[in-house]
């Protein structure tokens, strides 16, 4: 019960703001709770429901079965969620979005570490108030990029209905991260064809943290504000607050402190997930450790803006 209230009191402790600007202060990040390693054992996605306040998604990194997870703020009350479909390739990262009337949670099925795959898709299951045990798919988007494989783990839903993905750039060696790519699939049809992204920008990690290590450039997680004014970009060493709207493109440059937001903080060990609180005040994000890590904890951690 006192976690819960400290939860409760860290969701509501944010002042209200106007929504100009990027965020000019981060408060500490607050731990929720920990996620069931034994279960989610590689988390790479998260999400937080607006239709449904205190419930968080959660999916396992490539290996695991079509699944999803449904747990409270704190990482407890898991349920498994089956999805009726096959073995998913390489998920990376999960969204909300709408899909006709209603919201479905996009599972991304974009990773591609070898650089082989022809195209890559998004598996979309409706949000229920009640999931059962196992879920039919409500639809398949199958899309391709106008220039050859890419690997990403990052991609989220725009409120308009476009799909934005970021693309996780690095050379032969895995050692340079070049820009990455930014593309949108705005056009989405009913038919089984297979879509293009259009490429509409690139971020130059580099050029933005000139001081941070090759890993703290690599992008591994993305979620766009429910107003679709704002982005919250994750990467192995930090968050970085994006004040535009993706759909549109990227700046000709990044300004810190006027485009940008850097989060400071410490970082979570193989840190894949992130994703906006309800009101867009703040953001949560958890650890991938499982698999690599036996035993070690993986918390979700909270972050709030205190200042825009």
């Known amino acids: 019960m006192r976690l819960a209230l400290l939860i409760a009191a860290g969701l509501l402790a944010v002042p209200v703001l106007a929504e100009a600007g990027v965020c000019k202060a981060w408060s500490p990040g607050l731990t929720l709770g920990q996620l069931d390693t034994s279960v989610i054992d590689e988390a790479s996605g998260i999400e937080a429901s607006t239709r449904f306040p205190g419930r968080l998604y959660h999916h396992n990194d490539s290996g695991d079965s079509l699944r999803f997870f449904q747990t409270d703020m704190t990482g407890g009350h898991m349920k498994v969620v089956k999805v009726a479909g096959?073995?998913?390739?390489?998920?990376?990262?999960?969204?909300?979005?709408?899909?006709?009337?209603?919201?479905?949670?996009?599972?991304?099925?974009?990773?591609?570490?070898?650089?082989?795959?022809?195209?890559?898709?998004?598996?979309?299951?409706v949000e229920q108030a009640r999931f059962p045990s196992s879920v039919p798919i409500r639809k398949v988007i199958r899309a391709r990029f106008p220039d050859g494989p890419h690997n990403a783990e990052a991609f989220a839903v725009h409120p308009n209905g476009d799909l934005i993905l970021i693309t996780k750039s690095i050379n032969a060696r895995r050692t340079t991260p070049s820009p990455a790519n930014v593309y949108r699939l705005k056009t989405r049809t009913t038919s089984l064809a297979i879509q293009t992204f259009e490429k509409i920008?690139?971020?130059?990690?580099?050029r933005l943290l000139p001081d941070e290590t090759p890993a703290s450039r690599l992008i591994t997680g993305l979620d766009i504000s429910s107003d679709g004014q704002k982005a919250i970009l994750l990467t192995y060493g930090t968050a970085i607050e994006l004040g535009f709207d993706l759909s549109k493109g990227v700046p000709a440059s990044l300004e810190p402190g006027k485009?940008?937001?850097?989060?400071?903080?410490?970082?979570?060990?193989?840190?894949?997930?992130?994703a906006w609180l309800p009101g867009n005040r703040g953001f949560i994000y958890d650890s991938e450790v499982g698999k690599s890590d036996r035993g070690a904890p993986a918390p979700i951690r909270q972050v709030n803006c205190l200042s825009r």
Do not use: H, K, W, Y
Not at 113 to 123: L, P
Not at 265 to 273: D, H, I, S, V, W
């Open 86 to 125: 096959p073995m998913p390739r390489d998920l990376e990262d999960m969204s909300l979005g709408p899909c006709g009337t209603e919201t479905c949670l996009f599972l991304g099925d974009i990773g591609d570490n070898g650089g082989m795959r022809t195209e890559v898709s998004f598996i979309l299951v």
């Open 201 to 206: 920008g690139e971020l130059d990690l580099a």
């Open 259 to 274: 485009t940008v937001s850097i989060v400071p903080g410490q970082p979570l060990n193989q840190q894949e997930a992130i």
